[in-house]
């Protein structure tokens, strides 16, 4: 890493830093997304523009973001929860198999390159765009959660995908409860409950996962640097709230399309860093 950046360059990066926190949080609290899908590609490039190894960039970029996803997504999950809009039965339900399924993702972290990663990211995120765009909320394959083992496997399988990009699952798990008849304020507020489930296990995964590899940044623990935590953190928890009151509020159509773009933009600037 450059320790000789200039003020300037140091100035801007630090406001793109924020502004990515207070996208991130208004973001969780709106459409229950846990804010990675934001956070990873502005941390790319803060990272590239400050030289960090190749090799454990993509890395940084994960456990950073979960470092700040993990208070971000719980102060949301606390704010849909004093609406009591959560349904706390299918958290108790899900929840044991997602944290499998982050464990999982933790073990698969210690050995991936920092290439297969960012294919993990572009393959899912470029399916969350489509989603993002295309879908629709009438959207049904039942009108309930079914039992059995199926739902059981889908929601062990968005807990290790989950790990892998470093977001809170939301955009995964509001499309499976809008999927089987939940309404979709009820889906957001559900799916909250998920992002501390994924965040918090998965940041200290990457903890133990960069735990003394070399050509880390200065300032990181492991593959979490925490300096950059510490710029968007307050941002993200501030905007976490608004973004709570707004999906009480407004369509978020637009708000949708609109992320749909960014993404495949941000899909776009990985493809072109594996030229």
């Known amino acids: 890493m450059d320790a000789g950046i200039s003020a300037g360059d140091l100035a801007i990066l630090t406001l793109a830093l924020l502004i990515g926190g207070l996208a ?14 934001v956070l990873v590609p502005v941390l790319y490039e803060t990272f590239t523009a400050l030289g960090v190894d ?3 960039r993509m890395h940084m970029v994960l456990g950073t973001s979960f470092a700040v996803i993990a208070p971000t997504a719980y102060r949301s999950f606390r704010g849909h929860l004093a609406r009591e809009a959560v349904e706390t039965a299918v958290l108790r339900r899900l ?10 993702g933790i073990a698969l972290v210690s050995t991936a390159s920092s290439a297969a ?6 393959v899912f995120a470029s399916f969350l765009a489509l989603k993002m765009a295309l879908g629709r909320e009438e959207w049904r394959l039942g009108d309930r959660l079914p039992e059995g083992p199926i739902v059981d496997g ?24 809008t999927l089987y008849g939940r309404p979709i304020l009820s889906a957001v507020a559900t799916s909250s409950g998920f992002g501390p489930l994924i965040a918090v296990p998965g940041m200290l995964g990457y903890v133990w ?9 200065p300032l990181s623990l492991g593959y979490v640097n925490l300096l950059g ?24 159509r637009k708000l949708e399309l609109a992320f749909a ?10 493809l072109i860093s594996l030229l």
Do not use: D
């Open 229 to 252: 935590a510490a710029l968007i953190i307050p941002a993200s928890l501030v905007a976490a709230p608004y973004g709570v009151r707004a999906a009480h509020l407004i369509s978020k």
């Open 24 to 37: 991130t949080g208004f973001l969780a609290g709106l459409l229950g997304i846990g804010g990675g899908g």
């Open 95 to 104: 929840g044991p198999w997602v944290v499998a399924g982050v464990v999982l």
């Open 261 to 270: 773009a960014f993404l495949a933009a941000a899909v776009l600037r990985l």
């Open 117 to 122: 990663l960012k294919w993990v990211w572009i």
């Open 54 to 56: 190749e090799a454990v």
């Open 209 to 217: 996962a960069g735990w003394g590899v070399s050509g880390l940044p």
């Open 154 to 177: 889908v929601a062990f399988a968005i807990g290790l995908v989950s790990t892998l990009m470093s977001i809170g699952g939301g955009m995964f798990l509001v499309t499976l409860l």
